[in-house]
């Protein structure tokens, strides 16, 4: 079994694969749009992302751009967390992915002898970072 994140977006799907793709250094691949789907759109979604998967070390999630008939609201239920053992990658990512977003805990040593840090990137999409340091 495999459990993987699918992200949503509106209409900015291929800019924050872009972004994800720069920070984590991995390819976008599986680049399909609504245009050759048979799939009930307005004509001004068919260049928008209909499936996409971002892939490299350490790093696979999918996204798409959500349909017209699909509600997107930003939720906290769910973050996104990277774990790491370097400290460096991990206030170089931390540095990377909170840019233009909203920090909720700024990257520190915390209690449990690890480096963390918790934030709203710039698409919405909450993440946090865990960077072991024993």
């Not at 793709?21 to 245009?35: G, H, L, M, P």
């Not at 798409?64 to 930003?74: C, G, H, N, R």
């Not at 769910?78 to 990377?96: F, M, P, R, V």
């Amino acid at each position: 079994m495999k459990v993987q994140a699918y992200l949503a977006f509106d209409g900015n799907c291929q800019e924050a694969l872009n972004f994800y793709s720069n920070v984590f250094d991995a390819e976008i691949k599986n680049r399909q749009t609504y245009a050759d789907k048979k799939i009930d759109v307005p004509s001004s979604y068919r260049d928008r992302l209909q499936h996409a998967e971002l892939k490299g070390k350490g790093v696979h999630f999918m996204a798409y751009d959500a349909a017209p008939d699909t509600p997107l609201t930003e939720g906290t239920k769910i973050h996104l967390s990277i774990d790491l053992t370097d400290k460096n990658e991990a206030q170089d990512i931390y540095k990377k992915l909170s840019s233009g977003g909203r920090i909720h805990h700024e990257l520190r040593e915390r209690e449990w002898n690890a480096l963390f840090g918790r934030f709203t990137d710039q698409y919405g999409i909450n993440w946090m970072i865990n960077c072991d340091l024993s």
